[in-house]
């Protein structure tokens, strides 16, 4: 249950994680609403040079981030504000963000855009060479069905995420955000596999 609190000034994460783990996802709207204008505004005082669309895309992996920890069991409970732990998430965000604008570009960023591109390849279907088709759809073919459906509805046919939630009833687009973010790093393990083997 939500405090009383939660109204005025901030959450209570430990109780948050509960519900959570509980299955009650449409907690998550209401924190990624709730502390949002905050962040946005804290964010722009922090990186006054980058696009403001680089803070909401921020914040909203910081979300994701979060709900990722406590669904793998990695995120019992949390000893400070949920404010500051989101916040905390959404800075190193940026920093990496900043760091790809002054061309440092991370690993992790780079194997993200790995995944993306082959998802435009695969649109394309006529650009590939026989090898690298099978290969990635060898790679689509090895995930859950549910991974599969997602990232093919969300990269082969453009659905987007409001229209993804109609059609799989997704009750929160935040859920379903992490995982498209989970498939897709399940089909970078898959590419990776299948290129050593």
Do not use: C
């Not at 669904?71 to 500051?84: D, F, W």
């Amino acid at each position: 249950m939500i405090s009383s609190k939660s109204k005025t000034s901030h959450l209570d994460g430990n109780a948050i994680i509960a519900q959570l783990i509980k299955g009650e996802m449409s907690i998550l709207d209401k924190v990624y609403d709730h502390y949002k204008p905050e962040y946005l505004k804290w964010a722009e005082k922090k990186y006054p040079g980058l696009n403001p669309e680089d803070f909401l895309d921020s914040w909203h992996d910081a979300i994701i981030a979060f709900y990722e920890q406590v669904a793998a069991n990695k995120l019992k409970s949390i000893q400070y504000e949920l404010k500051t732990y989101l916040f905390t998430i959404g800075y190193r965000i940026l920093i990496r963000k900043h760091k790809k604008m002054q061309e440092i570009i991370d690993d992790e960023y780079i194997d993200t855009q790995m995944i993306i591109e082959s998802m435009e390849y695969f649109k394309a279907t006529e650009d590939l060479t026989e090898e690298r088709k099978d290969l990635l759809l060898n790679a689509i073919n090895e995930l859950p069905p549910q991974s599969k459906q997602v990232l093919m509805l969300r990269f082969i046919e453009g659905k987007s995420l409001k229209d993804i939630s109609q059609i799989l009833n997704y009750g929160s687009l935040n859920v379903l955000s992490a995982t498209i973010s989970r498939s897709l790093k399940r089909l970078k393990e898959n590419i990776k596999m299948n290129l050593e083997l």
